[in-house]
């Protein structure tokens, strides 16, 4: 059995397609022993020199096949993991209509997004301003505010995990009115966690139709 047959018989049928047609060729193969000495030197016999070069070729050729089905079934377990991932994501802006301050009020308040651009997987209820993990997992948060207060700025809001407070942003001081901040974080939340933007004690935020109050998450990855 030569060379070349053995190979094929050890090659996966998707590249042995590709190696029965290479060598299907050797019949139309032009010998030039000066040129292929290294196959077998200027003595060997045409058929030998090509079916030599060719058997080369092709374990080049088979190289480059299994390289690429490797990737390709990387690939492929890729969009699988993606498709069988939970999609969870949403975005929401402060008011859905009019435009003026939200506060003050006499207690820390949740902020009620109630504009909501998306919600994959309905995990944020606009009612209530509160997002609810359903799937555990790594996630991203980012929250906008705006202070238009005009003489005194009194702004100052907080990402809030469970009633914990993660981060914040405020303006409280100068005669300006017109301060913008935002801020984000990435947390681990169980099944049942909840996250939400609180409205600080006699503060207030300005919102209107251009949307400068957001809060938006989104699921990184499930754990």
């Known amino acids: 059995m030569s060379r070349a047959s053995m190979m094929m018989m050890m090659m996966p049928m998707s590249v042995k397609s590709v190696a029965v047609l290479l060598l299907a060729m ?4 032009v010998c030039e022993p000066q040129a292929n000495a290294d196959c077998g030197g200027p003595s060997s016999s045409c058929s030998s020199l ?6 080369k070729d092709v374990a080049m050729v088979v190289e480059k096949l299994k390289t690429l089905e ?5 690939n492929q377990r890729v969009v699988g993991v993606l498709r069988g991932q939970p999609r969870v994501a949403f975005s929401a802006a402060l008011r859905d209509s009019g435009g003026g301050n939200v506060g003050p009020f006499s207690v820390a308040t949740p902020l009620k997004y109630k504009r909501v651009f998306s919600n994959t997987g309905s995990s944020y209820n606009p009612s209530t301003g509160v997002f609810t993990a359903q ?3 790594m996630y991203f948060f980012r929250f906008s505010m ?3 207060t005009i003489g005194h700025s009194n702004s100052i809001v907080s990402l809030m995990k469970n009633g914990e407070r993660l981060t914040s942003v405020w303006d409280t001081t100068g005669a300006d009115g017109h301060d913008m901040g935002s801020n984000a974080v990435v947390i681990a939340m169980e099944m049942g966690d909840n996250a939400y933007v609180e409205l600080l004690a006699n503060r207030m935020v300005f919102d209107e139709y251009m949307n400068y109050n957001t809060f938006s998450g989104f699921l990184l990855f499930p754990m």
């Open 50 to 55: 090509c079916l030599c070069c060719l058997s």
């Open 146 to 148: 705006f202070s238009n």
């Open 26 to 29: 050797a019949c139309c193969c």
């Open 135 to 137: 799937v555990k997992g």
């Open 70 to 74: 490797s990737r390709l079934e990387e």
